[in-house]
């Protein structure tokens, strides 16, 4: 009987946990699991482990946490776990040359787009701002560049209009858990996967998410605006000022609606809504929060702001 497939998981963020159940359920000995080191997280910024690293030590695997994995020290403790493959999932750290030619069958990637496109740190958000109808997971043969390794294995899902940016990580992640378990159940099989290189066009990158991005800018589009809306939600979230008070806007949908408004104005407002002046068509929102508050319907916004009703440019949504 041959000896399982000894396996390393590198994985930070809760998107990587369900590949790391993965990786246990398919049989395969989980020698290590490496993770970025504990940060300062809540109001009281204490060191807090991250959600793989709770995952790892409720299921009694060892645990690795270097600041870099450049230094040669890293480098030879992670080739004393002597792996067959290692299986990184959104960890965080760049894997350099020599360790990506430590493991016997080299290092695999789940990457949560159809690639090439979004290549980078926030595939998820970029696909729903940018309207793609499709994304996915790619399950990849890692190499020095940037997410540029040939696709092993590739699984896709349609985008919703009611996605957001939480609904479509918790869908993919759930996907690319599917993927790796069938990658890794056909290597233990026996079997080599056919890997295809990337094409060359439609490479996009998918930068990393940053707060200053938070602010809704009436004077674009409002399919532009929903669509931010939804892909920070619920990070970084979509912040506006309605009517004089600065708000978080949860939810809200685009309507192809003319008129003369400044973008930024409120048009109407009733039981559907709040209608807001765009460069392009309105946007009515739905859900927001106020500042120290909790998420609440946009008819609870409104029957604590009466004065809104007689304030809208236009006659109440009704």
Same mark, same amino acid.
């Given at each position: ?54 995952? @790892? &030590? =409720?299921? #009694? $695997? ?9 230094? +040669?020290? %890293? *480098? /030879? ?101 599917? @993927? &790796? =378990?069938? #990658? $890794? ?9 056919? +890997?295809? %290189? *990337? /094409? ?103 029957? =604590? ?14």
């Amino acid at each position: 009987m041959s000896a399982p497939l000894k396996l390393v998981f590198a994985g930070t963020p809760e998107f990587a946990v369900p590949c790391l159940e993965a990786c246990r359920a398919t049989g395969a000995d989980v020698v290590a699991v490496y993770t970025q080191p504990d940060r300062p997280a809540g109001r009281g910024r204490k060191l807090a482990p991250s959600p793989v690293k709770q995952a @790892a &030590l =409720a299921a #009694g $695997l060892v645990v690795e946490q270097p600041e870099t994995l450049r230094t +040669a020290e %890293a *480098q /030879a403790t992670l080739a004393a776990y002597r792996p067959d493959l290692m299986v990184v999932v959104a960890y965080g750290l760049i894997l350099p040359r020599k360790v990506l030619a430590i493991p016997r069958l080299g290092c695999w990637n789940v990457h949560a787009s159809l690639l090439p496109r979004w290549r980078g740190a926030a595939p998820i958000q970029r696909a729903i701002l940018a309207g793609d109808a499709e994304t996915g997971i790619d399950l990849m043969q890692m190499e020095a560049g940037l997410d540029t390794g040939p696709v092993l294995l590739e699984k896709r899902t349609p985008i919703g209009r009611e996605d957001t940016g939480g609904s479509l990580h918790d869908r993919l992640a759930t996907l690319g858990a599917e @993927a &790796l =378990a069938e #990658g $890794l159940a056909r290597v233990l099989a026996g079997e080599t996967l056919a +890997a295809t %290189a *990337q /094409a060359a066009e439609g490479v996009t990158y998918a930068h990393k998410l940053d707060k200053a991005e938070a602010r809704l800018d009436f004077s674009r589009p409002a399919i532009e605006l929903e669509r931010q809306v939804r892909a920070f939600d619920p990070w970084p979230g979509s912040d506006a000022e309605i009517a004089g008070e600065p708000l978080r806007i949860w939810a809200a949908r685009a309507l192809d609606l003319a008129h003369a408004a400044t973008p930024g104005s409120v048009l109407g407002t009733g039981r559907e809504g709040i209608d807001v002046a765009c460069g392009n068509g309105a946007l009515r929102i739905t859900a927001l929060q106020r500042a120290g508050g909790r998420r609440i319907s946009a008819v609870d916004y409104l029957n =604590a702001r009466p004065e809104l009703r007689q304030a809208s440019a236009l006659s109440p949504l009704g």
